[in-house]
């Protein structure tokens, strides 16, 4: 519409019945529009609430294993972690060593090269194995 007073610009507004909303306040002059800003609020929070609807939140499974673990057991693990790498979810794996195990972290860490050989096919390492007190613990993330 053009550049206008504040006033003249406050008055248009109420003879519309419309409110004058401030859009760029850094702007020189500032940039206005009349409007309704109710109608306005309630479009924006519909289109937030229609965002946050596709919104994916990454959840984080997580599978537990022993450096002691036998080998159908391991392929169990492998296929529940592969299910959830395909199903977009992290998998967090935590391996815990009790009481001397912690001694023979070696084992351990075969194990853990072992499943990300198995698993480069899911997904990739989302975070190095690392070790969080008695546990070594790797996160994976969907390809």
């Known amino acids: ?35 309704d800003f109710t109608k306005y609020k309630y479009e924006q929070e519909k289109k937030e609430k229609e965002a946050k609807k596709h919104q994916r939140h990454s959840q984080i499974k997580e599978v537990r294993i022993t450096p002691r673990i036998d080998s159908h057991d391991y392929e169990v693990k492998l296929k529940h972690i592969k299910e959830f790498l395909k199903k977009g979810f992290k998998v967090r794996i935590r391996m815990f060593f009790k009481g001397r195990e912690f001694y023979h972290q ?38």
């Open 1 to 35: 519409m053009g550049i206008f007073t504040r006033d003249l610009a406050l008055n248009k507004a109420d003879e519309f019945d419309l409110d004058l909303v401030e859009i760029v306040p850094q702007a020189n002059p500032p940039v206005c529009r009349i409007m």
């Open 106 to 143: 070696d084992l351990g860490r075969g194990i853990m090269d072992k499943l990300v050989a198995d698993v480069q096919d899911a997904g990739r390492i989302d975070k190095e194995p690392k070790m969080f007190g008695r546990a070594l613990i790797i996160i994976f993330a969907p390809k």
